[in-house]
């Protein structure tokens, strides 16, 4: 089955009052299934996928597609997802959810590339990326684009500062309105994934307008920790998680904080955690309604749920190569780069873990449930 | 921290498979006959340390020759056991304390000195409490060997670090070692599926490939970067791992040795056997050719002449990686690594 143009029209109209609608409740999967995971992965192969799997297993959709994708970015009611493009990636991947199909690859503008994580507005008429501007490497762009809704294409439509050197991850504060962005502090040259400015990084958490107007800017005492990854709760509570680069010996905090109204700051996690994750953090997730965060750590192999509140360590777990996790009904999902994928249960003291009967291995850092 | 359970929901018909898979069997035994005994090998050499260091510092005459003997055993299991360390040894930093390699700055020098300077005896606390720079074999061999240090005539001085650093490599090496053997530890995780770690024998057996696949990638770094092919082709003789022992060629011998028990374990699940009569034969020429080697490594690489043998021997080693890396990991459909490695 296709789009028709009657739908897509109805859905266009909807863009504009979709807020009150409830949103993306107008289109959910098929009735019955599990939630659906979206993710980027790939084969034995190195063929590069924009995957969807229903979390009891089930194929949903498995889309080849010409460069590795990081992130996904799900449209608010639409049954459509943009798989974005790793860095330094020129495409990015507009998919059907409903059948895998490729609707657009996604250009990134000339002396542009992607960084890997974009967000569709709640009214599903815009889209935001962060972006690289390669003729002044490092300088955070965030790119907008409209989707029309009568052909399902986005098109660049402007682009802003990210205030900030190499952004990376991006998400709604809580009014919709303002995004907050993990600018990486590094900078990296046109189709390069070398840093170069590893000794003089400039990392920062910064909360702008949509627009472009800067709200907020705060930095961490350590400048070679970089800020890729993050994840807002409901009352605007943002953790952030860091890849640091200086030397592999040092501990340093990989996690930071910023409540509402407070100054972004560490995120209080033991010395001993610390040095399971081997200076890098990958995925961040809150489970807003029990107030936990979860993160995982592929190089350390391990996996972590903190109380989002207190701090309290709720797992501490070996898992090879974890790669992205996302909150579900009653905990969160995790998937693995060489293992298989796992389920938390994290509603009562015990955590309890179950395999999920995913495809085991090859999952990107990143996933999107739905 | 709260417990975690697993949810373990296995058939009566799959735990019956699962004792006659040969993949869990390889995998049982490398944990029961190579990683197991390898660690713990590594925990008596420590043990045979600090009795070493303990009879040199009660002596001010004593001959340092038995020292030296220890400090080469502790270093050669620990490079023994490189190739082997899946679990607890690489993880929570732990490594670094045993060694501090690449030390690019010369930062043992200063780091032993300057803490050294600042305490008066130096207590167990305080070494627990210094940089990892400090905690290792790498600043016991700059006290041991660096001709800069007149050991016999500063005891006083230099004996507490030692005797300190002996205690807390037996003691990091007893604690991971309880890690592997306490009731659901590392052991009973390469033997028991599913669990905490692993959901099945294959996920175990594979992060043991992986491991030793890393090993001797390590290899090649420590040959490569005294023969400067990280520095443009500068040699750097004083980058070599255990240059001032004198023993980075023993250390790459002894870390081939348990690369090697592992894939001895690992041929027989090998269908190929072109493939397996390749890797024998790489090993062998890696293991020949070091044997061959006339000179410690930073001597050699000061050296033009010999130049072509150890790039030679570079070849070999890169020949010995590829052929595990994606001949063997094809073979057996073992996936390498993927975020880990190639992260963002």
């Known amino acids: 089955m296709s789009l028709t143009r009657r739908k897509l029209l109805g859905a266009g109209a909807a863009m504009a009052g979709v807020a009150a609608l409830g949103g993306w409740a107008l289109w959910t999967g098929t009735a019955g299934e599990s939630p659906l995971l979206l993710s980027a992965r790939n084969d034995d192969a190195g063929q590069h996928y924009a995957v969807g799997y229903y979390l009891n297993g089930k194929r949903a959709f498995a889309t080849p597609v010409a460069e590795r ?72 762009v965030l790119g907008r684009y409209r989707l029309d809704p009568a052909v399902l294409r986005l098109t660049h439509d402007g682009e802003a500062t990210t205030h900030g050197v190499g952004p990376h991850e991006l998400a709604w504060m809580p009014d919709g309105e303002s995004l907050v962005i993990g600018n990486g502090g590094i900078r990296t040259e046109g189709g390069s994934r070398e840093e170069m400015n590893l000794d ?34 409901a009352d605007g509570t943002v953790i952030t998680g860091q890849q640091y680069h200086g030397p592999a010996y040092n501990s340093v905090p990989l996690l930071a904080i ?37 993160m995982t750590a592929p190089r350390g192999n391990r996996f972590f749920i903190w109380d989002l509140d207190s701090g309290d360590t709720l797992l501490d777990a070996p898992m090879s190569d974890c790669a992205g996790v996302g909150a579900v009904p009653g905990g969160f999902a995790v998937t693995s780069g060489q293992g298989k994928c796992r389920y938390y249960d994290s509603r009562t003291a015990e955590v309890q873990s179950q395999w999920l009967e995913l495809p085991g291995g090859w999952w990107d850092n990143h996933l999107w449930l739905s | 921290m709260r417990a975690l359970s697993v949810l373990v929901s296995v058939s009566l018909s799959v735990l019956l498979v699962a004792c006659s898979n040969p993949r869990q069997e390889v995998t049982v035994q490398l944990a029961n006959d190579v990683l197991l005994p390898a660690h713990q090998q590594w925990r008596d050499s420590n043990a045979a340390l600090v009795d070493a260091v303990e009879t040199y510092c009660a002596a001010p005459q004593a001959s340092v020759d038995d020292l030296e003997t220890a400090f080469y055993q502790a270093q050669s299991r620990w490079s023994h056991l490189q190739p082997l360390m899946v679990g607890p040894l690489s993880e929570g930093n732990r490594s670094w304390q045993v060694q501090f390699w690449p030390d690019k700055r010369n930062m043992v020098v200063r780091q032993t000195e300057s803490l050294l300077d600042e305490t008066d005896s130096l207590t167990r606390e305080q070494l627990e409490k210094a940089s990892v720079v400090v905690q290792g074999l790498t600043a016991f061999e700059y006290v041991l060997f660096d001709q800069s240090v007149a050991l016999a005539q500063s005891h006083d001085r230099y004996c507490p670090l030692l005797t300190g650093i002996a ?36 996920e175990g057996l594979a992060a043991i490939l992986r491991t030793q696949i890393t090993g001797v990638d390590v290899l090649k770094k420590k040959l490569g970067t005294p023969m400067g092919r990280l520095n443009q082709g500068v040699v750097q003789p004083y980058q070599a791992e255990a240059w001032r022992s004198r023993q980075s060629i023993e250390n790459l011998q002894a870390s081939l ?50 130049s072509e043998t150890l790039t030679t021997l570079y070849a070999a080693l890169d020949n010995l990686e590829n052929r595990q890396q994606t001949e063997l990991a094809r073979n057996l459909n073992i996936q390498i690594g993927f975020n880990a490695n190639d992260g963002d």
Not at chain 1, 109 to 119: I, K, M, T
Not at chain 1, 204 to 221: C, D, N, P, Q, Y
Not at chain 2, 276 to 297: F, G, H, M, S
């Open chain 1, 69 to 140: 994708c990081h992130a996904v970015a799900r449209h608010p009611f639409l049954p459509v997802a943009l798989y974005v493009g790793r860095r330094p990636a020129r495409e990015s991947y507009l998919i059907d959810l409903r059948d895998g199909r490729l609707l657009q690859t996604l250009r990134s503008q000339p002396d542009r590339h992607f960084y890997g994580h974009a967000v569709f507005h709640a009214r599903g008429e815009w889209l935001y990326t962060t972006e690289n501007d390669t003729r002044e490497p490092g300088r955070g």
């Open chain 1, 200 to 233: 003089a990084m400039a990392p920062s958490l910064v909360i702008m307008s949509r627009h472009g107007e800067l709200i907020s800017k705060e930095t961490l005492a350590d400048a070679q920790s970089s800020i890729r990854h993050l994840d807002v709760a």
């Open chain 1, 258 to 294: 910023k409540r509402p109204g407070e100054a972004y700051q560490p995120f209080p996690v033991s010395r001993a955690q610390l040095a399971m994750m081997d200076q890098y953090t990958a995925s961040i997730a809150i489970h807003s309604e029990q107030r936990q965060v979860a």
């Open chain 2, 167 to 202: 205690r807390h490599q037996l003691a990091l090496s007893e604690s991971v070692l309880a890690l592997w053997n306490e009731p659901g530890g590392m052991l009973a995780q390469l033997r028991d599926f599913p669990n905490e770690r692993y959901a099945t024998a294959e």
């Open chain 2, 257 to 306: 040795q348990g690369a090697q028990a592992v894939w001895e374990r690992v041929r027989s699940l090998v269908s190929d056997a072109a493939l397996v009569k390749d890797i024998d034969q790489a090993y062998a020429d890696v293991a020949n050719q070091l044997a061959a080697l006339p000179a410690p490594l930073m001597e050699l690489v000061q050296a033009p002449a010999n």
